[in-house]
């Protein structure tokens, strides 16, 4: 088909209009690698502001790599986000599945409850008060624990399970198969869109982890990293580091920033697919 001057212009406003907004999206980005590895002449002959950097320098990652605060806080992270995202799946799967049957004794008072925490909560004080009578206080298992299931994620990955054809169900039970085993050995290998989503929203909240460590920590070597970069950028604390005296300010914020965002965009290419179809199948019913 031969398009009209209407449809090649709509066309070329279009792909404007989307050049924009990607350059809207990856120009901040470029910036913040940019300064991370632009040297303390350039910087300051720009005045703080450089895009394309004629020099390199891997200077301000070297004096994080080499400062004990940053590798820890990275490990704090590393633990609460696998561990963390692991018992997160598993707490929710086992909690997800039952609720997906209709036959369950009392199902809808059970999804009244979850539904019910979507809008209301006990606030701040009241689940500071329960973390601490616990004893979880100080604690890495305080920024594990506490959130163990989210609502959200619940109810979309019991969505999921009621899409499964009932037919998997009745001819596993005709097998003899028990609810461990059908759960173990028919359902979660059917499920690997869904874990891969849900896993996902939680692996990414552990690692932004942030309010509840300050909250529920105070031993500053249990500080996951979002922590220590806030630091890092708010107070101003550099490493204690020689190198510090001949870098900025800036890049070293910038690369504290890289830091602490490149391993969930090295991993999120590799589960994309997954992402996207467990959303479809976990939010649509029928």
Request: net charge positive; aromatic share 12%; charged share 10%.
């Amino acid at each position: 088909m031969v398009k009209s001057k209407q449809e090649v212009w709509f066309d070329i406003g279009v792909y404007a209009i989307l050049t924009l907004l990607a350059l809207s999206v990856i120009f901040p980005l470029l910036y913040v690698v940019s300064v991370s590895l632009t040297p303390l002449a350039e910087v300051l002959r720009n005045g703080g502001f450089v895009v394309f950097p004629k020099k390199l320098t891997l200077d301000a990652y070297a004096a994080f790599i080499h400062d004990p605060t940053i590798p820890r806080a990275y490990g704090v992270t590393i633990f609460i986000t696998v561990v963390g995202t692991l018992l997160n799946l598993l707490v929710t799967t086992m909690m997800a599945y039952p609720l997906s049957k209709s036959r369950l004794p009392g199902r809808n008072i059970l999804l009244f409850l979850v539904a019910f925490t979507l809008l209301f909560n006990g606030g701040v004080v009241p689940t500071y008060l329960v973390v601490k009578a616990t004893g979880l206080i100080n604690s890495l298992w305080s920024l594990i624990v506490p959130s163990l299931v989210w609502s959200f994620n619940l109810l979309i990955m019991k969505t999921f399970f009621e899409n499964l054809p009932d037919s998997l169900d009745e001819a596993a039970r005709i097998d003899g198969a028990g609810e461990l085993r059908i759960l173990s050995q028919i359902v979660l290998p059917l499920s690997l869109p869904i874990m891969a989503t849900i896993g996902l929203f939680y692996a990414v909240g552990h690692w932004n982890e942030f309010f509840q460590a300050i909250m529920y920590v105070n031993d500053t070597s249990k500080f996951p990293l979002q922590v220590v970069l806030k630091t890092i950028l708010i107070n101003s604390m550099l490493p204690p580091m020689d190198i510090t005296s001949v870098l900025p300010t800036q890049s070293l914020q910038m690369a504290a920033v890289v830091l602490s965002a490149l391993p969930i965009i090295v991993v999120y290419p590799f589960i994309q697919k997954y992402f996207t179809q467990g959303v479809l199948l976990g939010g649509i019913k029928g």
